[in-house]
């Protein structure tokens, strides 16, 4: 099967219920979404991952980060956070940091 990543557009509308995969809060996601540049990761025109990334001059942090149910196990929530990692990279950034709210088993193998 073909996967792409893209940087979604401001004027994208975010399939939200991957958001809330990655973080329950919708409030805190609501905070920090605008602020940060946002990668989808499709299937036959069909957004099936997610990963927010906030950058500042030095440093930045994946926000947020999901696959649809049906799509994990397969090593796609690795190709995303692989995809953040060059594009920390290309930025010249120093640090790149990803923390969990939720210490379950699935994120620590994951991460």
Partial sequence: MAYLI???LP???LPNHLLLLGDENQQLIDTYLPNCQVYLLTTKGQSIGICLLQRNERTAEIMN???EPTFQGQGLGKMLINYAINVA???GLEQ????TGNSGIAQIALY
């Fill in 6 to 8: 893209t940087e979604a």
């Fill in 11 to 13: 004027t994208d509308q």
């Fill in 65 to 67: 980060v999901a696959i």
């Fill in 89 to 91: 990279r290309q930025a």
């Fill in 96 to 99: 790149l940091v990803i923390k």
